[in-house]
């Protein structure tokens, strides 16, 4: 999932990362765009806003007639099928951003209740913060996002050693193992819900940023795809497969 | 300083479940002597908890008042009409099961209805062999008796009455009526229709008899095809009703807590607005208590470590005005080393609110091998050799309590921050 020659910091070359926001209440939003505004000023701008969204229906108009790079999205939205953020994410399935590549999702809610996470994220979005997050911490995830990285808080990384049995010591034999962790992802999912950011977790175990990335991103996947009972079992109870 | 979160060994949460169970568990026998009435004694009394209310209310015993009945009965028939006043006009108690013998409920309540049943079916034979015996002796004809037709439908009709006690009513309406509920009402029409016919074909040839059962039977299906729509529709509308009520009953507890905490606390902030360092610890304690009624987090921190750790972060919080940021995966029952690294985990945060800056994360994670609780802040860092003596202290005791509990503790200086690693080994094999 990771774009194989990324180079980490482009700088200012790159192109702002244009970007969508979805959420029903109106000052929340004005309130993201000021902060983004202000944590931007200064530096060449990162993103741009290019639409925002109150409900399902509109956020797949928008989103499917802006293209955009990255959606911010509230998980519970009216409209739709009743599903909120998971109705929008399966609404716009194969569209494409303006940049060829495909537009990904970051989850941006009040809830941090398991069965919401899970439900987005299972969904498709690359990440899943909450709105208490600090304007720099959300450009930087934003920034992550676009570039097809994962984006964990600290208590998504509780929730999937949780989920995973890791807390309780369960490791996969092998990496590709969707039902398991590695020991190398359980470490660093750990150092994440220990509120390391990734440059701090690299530090912490002597590797690379890019590493830290391409762990998260192996973990999102195995969120995304294992059939572990846990996981299943929230979705099944919500009625997502 | 003994915080809400102090270790309670007296397990005073089971010992008041338990002192709760009685009443429940006796709920149900109580309804027996409300059932054992249709037992037709040699005595000739039918005692629908009747007479066991007059001895409970008397405060005599319940064969004296059956015997009342009987003689009052016999002199003159006044004990008949007043028992079925007193029967109709009674009113039914949930009362302990006084009189009841004592044991298990599930053993006694099934034989009690077999032989309720079975008295019954021996009762109405008695009554029929009496009647037919009877009425050739008054000096009638067994077609033109009255009397037999009348007891059976009587009968009948107690018998399907005997459903609707109170008890069973909201049972029955609820859907949740057993098989035994439908078979006694089935019983109950059955006698009931059965003396009726016997009744208005008296005298009359047994064809006519047939035809007449079948004329009341096509109109009873008649009536039941007209009728069943308006039964439907009302029974539906009766469900919608249940429903709408307890939506509205929803409602109003939600609305009656959201005004008493949400919109409390908005007036508070308000008022306060002018002390940020208030308005934000308010709406952060709000907050947090808003989503654990909504959510249902873990709640009643004598029960499990997650819970008593949880209360920690929250308690710091609310002291400090700095939020903590908890994670915490796995949990166990709360003991007593469990209840020193929640001590230890308060004595961390207190430092990292105090001497640190925000954000103040914490991670705890209880596994089968063990607890691990690391708390986090983004302090400049000290230097441990003008740490002040209080603090060092703090160190010690944190440092100090793990030891004793068989874990260990670790501080880590890092360039942005300080990092307090708690550590305790699994549940088995800790020296107690």
Known sequence: MTQPGRVPDRGSARPPIRVVLVDDHRMFRTGVRAELTEAMSGAAAVCEFVGEAPDVDTAVTVIRRDRPDVVLLDVHLPGGSGNGGVDVIRGCAGVESTTGGPVRFLALSVSDAAEDVIAVIRAGARGYVTKTIGANDLVTAIRRVADGDAVFSPRLAGFVLDAFGAAAGEIAEVDEELDRLSAREREVMRLIARGYQYKEVAKELYISVKTVETHVSSVLRKLQLSNRHELTAWAMGRRLL | ?432
């Open chain 2, 1 to 432: 300083m003994p915080t809400p979160y102090e270790y309670a060994p007296a397990s005073a949460g089971p010992a008041a479940a338990r002192s709760d169970l009685p009443p429940v568990e006796r709920a149900e026998p109580h309804a027996v002597p409300e059932r054992l009435p249709l037992v037709r004694d040699r005595s000739g009394g039918w005692t629908p908890g009747v007479c066991g209310a007059i001895a409970r209310h008397l405060g005599v015993s319940r064969r004296l008042v059956r015997w009342v009945f009987v003689l009052l009965a016999l002199a003159g028939g006044v004990g008949i009409p007043a028992y079925i006043f007193l029967w109709a006009l009674t009113p039914e108690e949930d009362l302990d099961g006084t009189g009841v013998p004592d044991g298990p409920v599930e053993a006694r309540v099934s034989p009690e209805r077999r032989r309720w049943a079975l008295v019954l079916i021996g009762g109405a034979g008695l009554v029929l062999l009496g009647g037919v015996l009877l009425t050739p002796v008054i000096g009638g004809s067994l077609r033109d008796s009255v009397l037999l037709p009348l007891l059976v439908i009587a009968l009948g009709a107690i018998v399907a009455w005997s459903n609707l006690d109170e008890a069973k009513r909201s049972r029955w309406l609820g859907g949740g009526g057993r098989g035994a509920g439908w078979m006694r009402l089935a019983l109950g029409l059955a006698l009931a229709l059965t003396g009726i016919l016997v009744l208005v074909t008296r005298g009359q040839s047994l064809t006519a008899v047939w035809d007449a059962l079948f004329a009341a039977v096509a109109v009873l299906v008649g009536v039941l095809i007209v009728a069943a729509p308006w039964a439907v529709r009302l029974w539906g509308d009766f469900r919608r009703e249940q429903v709408a009520a307890a939506r509205a009953t929803e409602r109003a507890d939600i609305a009656a807590h959201l005004h008493d905490s949400v919109l409390q606390t908005l007036a508070l902030i308000q008022r306060k607005s002018a002390d940020p360092a208030s308005v934000t610890r308010l709406a952060r304690a709000q907050e947090r208590e808003l989503r654990s009624w909504l959510y249902a987090g873990p709640q009643g921190s004598q029960e499990s470590l997650a819970a008593a750790v949880t209360e920690v972060a929250h308690e710091i919080e609310d002291l400090h005005g700095v939020p903590v940021d908890l994670v915490v995966t796995g949990d166990r029952p709360f003991e007593q080393h469990g209840a020193a690294l929640s001590r230890a985990m308060r004595e961390a945060l207190l430092n990292a609110v105090r001497h640190g800056r925000p954000p103040v994360t914490a991670y705890v994670e209880i596994g089968p091998n063990g607890v691990e609780a690391f708390v986090r802040d983004r302090g400049d860092g000290f230097d441990l050799d003008t740490v002040p003596e209080d603090r060092l202290g703090v160190r010690q005791s944190v440092l100090g309590r793990m030891e004793r509990h068989g874990g260990s503790a670790r501080v880590r200086h890092r360039d942005d921050g300080t990092e307090v690693e708690l550590c305790l080994p699994a549940l088995e094999g800790v020296p107690e």
